[in-house]
């Protein structure tokens, strides 16, 4: 249950807002975690989402290279990456929010809740793996990782080849109960890290599927789930452009559905990157009235809420 008068956000944090090795987390959450208090010491509560690429595909080579030397030592499978991302995030993340709360004098307790997200075992994201983890490659790189471990690799926005995974689309947060009353309780909650940890129904089994889950389609299912007011997905831009790199490139202050669907058929935003945030964005201001969206830098998180700057989603 919302507490009246206040606004809840869901904040989905982009891999600039957390660095690609530990020392680089480790300095990234302490900026991340003064912009995310601006929010809360303004009245609101606030549900934390992140992504995991790079880190989660750090865990699985190191995993793997363990395997290789221990041949007695089975390979470690993708959601159990995701799981392990989950946590060392999330214990970065909330111990930089608790020290910035404590700063201004603020004693709200901060959970990470290590979060399964049931998919469909038959989605067809599984037979066609388009979501990249890892580090970039050169194409040579690329080539033997290939062929020496079988990964699927593919040219990423033009700054180097990376692997591709599946990425199915998130059914249901199955602890999303605990993720309320958590919430309900006035706690800061990190939840569905890294797109949440892939699981399909076995029964009353869930078992592990070897994919990640896109962290912004699952932070605007979370959003709704929450009943939330606002979603703030944070990117490297401070606005969705069109005709992004080109010389006639021109920011957008408000994005409608009608325009937001017509930009998209015509191939205005590139897949994997800006694409999933529109649509994301879009999923959750059209699923309620006078719910918005907004996509923007970390460090405008605050201006974008106040409608000084960012692009503002709407139905």
């Known amino acids: 249950m919302k507490k009246h008068g206040k606004k809840r956000i869901v904040v989905a944090l982009g891999?600039?807002?957390?660095?690609?090795?530990?020392?680089?987390?480790?300095?990234a959450?302490?900026?991340?975690?003064?912009?995310?208090?601006?929010?809360?010491?303004?009245?609101?509560?606030?549900?934390?989402?992140?992504?995991?690429g790079p880190q989660v595909g750090m865990i699985n080579n190191a995993m793997a290279a363990l395997?290789?030397?221990?041949?007695?030592?089975?390979?470690?499978?993708?959601?159990?990456?995701?799981?392990?991302?989950?946590?060392?995030?999330?214990?970065?993340?909330?111990?930089?929010?608790?020290?910035?709360?404590?700063?201004?004098?603020?004693?709200?307790?901060?959970?990470?809740?290590?979060?399964?997200?049931?998919?469909d075992a038959l989605d067809?994201?599984?037979?066609?793996?388009?979501?990249?983890?890892g580090h970039f490659m050169t194409k040579e790189q690329a080539e033997h990782a290939a062929k020496e471990y079988g990964y699927i690799?593919?040219?990423?926005a033009g700054r180097g080849y990376?692997?591709?995974?599946?990425?199915?689309?998130?059914?249901?947060?199955?602890?999303?109960?605990a993720i309320r009353t958590l919430v309900g309780a006035g706690d800061v909650v990190i939840a569905c890290g890294g797109g949440g940890i892939p699981v399909a129904l076995n029964g009353n089994h869930l078992k592990g599927q070897s994919a990640v889950i896109?962290?912004?389609?699952?932070?605007?299912?979370?959003?709704?789930d929450l009943d939330a007011d606002f979603l703030i997905i944070l990117t490297a831009v401070e606005k969705v452009t069109l005709h992004f790199g080109q010389p006639d490139e021109t920011p957008l202050d408000e994005l409608n559905?009608?325009?937001?669907?017509?930009?998209?058929?015509?191939?205005?935003?590139?897949?994997?990157?800006?694409?999933?945030?529109?649509?994301?964005?879009?999923?959750?201001?059209?699923?309620?009235?006078g719910r918005r969206a907004l996509i923007t830098l970390l460090e405008k998180a605050k201006d974008g809420i106040e409608g000084k700057t960012g692009t503002v989603i709407t139905a």
């Open 162 to 177: 990376r692997r591709m995974v599946a990425s199915p689309k998130p059914c249901e947060i199955v602890e999303i109960e």
């Open 257 to 289: 559905e009608e325009e937001a669907r017509k930009y998209i058929a015509a191939g205005e935003f590139a897949p994997g990157s800006m694409l999933p945030k529109i649509e994301a964005a879009l999923d959750f201001a059209v699923s309620k009235p």
């Open 124 to 133: 067809p994201a599984f037979a066609h793996p388009n979501k990249p983890i």
């Open 29 to 52: 959450v302490k900026i991340t975690a003064r912009s995310i208090v601006d929010l809360i010491e303004d009245g609101n509560e606030v549900v934390i989402t992140h992504g995991n």
């Open 67 to 119: 395997s290789r030397e221990d041949p007695d030592q089975p390979n470690t499978p993708l959601s159990v990456c995701v799981a392990m991302s989950q946590a060392y995030i999330g214990y970065d993340l909330q111990n930089a929010m608790r020290e910035e709360l404590k700063n201004r004098g603020l004693e709200i307790p901060v959970t990470t809740m290590i979060t399964q997200v049931r998919v």
């Open 214 to 224: 896109d962290k912004d389609f699952v932070s605007a299912k979370l959003a709704k």
């Open 153 to 156: 690799m593919a040219e990423d």
């Open 15 to 27: 891999g600039n807002a957390l660095g690609n090795t530990l020392p680089e987390q480790m300095k």
